[in-house]
């Protein structure tokens, strides 16, 4: 079983920093790659900022390159989002997704994804 668990958010001014952190337990073969999603009231979830472990390779979205940043600790499972310089429009419950292989019986390897309960994030005007 895999679970995702997150810490940080809360409510901060226009302009201020947040840092999200997420760590990934149970039992699994590895993790392949661990994301930030966020949804706001009325809107669909999107992608934040993602990385990939194998090839260090990091996406982010268009409207927070440059403001967040996304980091892991590959020994402990965990990413952070360090957010700075936010904004009201980034306001919304940001969920924490890890992705990886559970070896089945057999060695058979069966891929997960699983996500993090949400946390707020409220940035005011």
């Known amino acids: 079983q895999v679970h995702v668990m997150e810490s940080g958010g809360g409510l901060v001014q226009a302009g201020g920093s947040l840092r999200l952190s997420c760590a990934a337990s149970g039992t699994f073969h590895n993790i392949i790659a661990m994301g930030w999603h966020r949804q706001a009231p009325g809107n669909q979830r999107e992608l934040v900022a993602e990385t990939f472990i194998t090839t260090s390779y990091t996406n982010y979205a268009d409207s927070v390159k440059g403001r967040f940043t996304i980091s892991r600790d590959n020994a402990k499972n965990a990413v952070y989002l360090q957010m700075n310089s936010l904004k009201p429009e980034d306001t919304a419950v940001y969920y924490c997704?890890?992705?990886?292989?559970?070896?089945?019986?057999?060695?058979?390897?069966?891929?997960?994804?699983?996500w993090g309960q949400g946390s707020q994030v409220t940035v005011s005007s």
């Open positions: 997704k890890a992705t990886g292989y559970i070896r089945k019986a057999a060695g058979a390897m069966e891929r997960f994804d699983h």
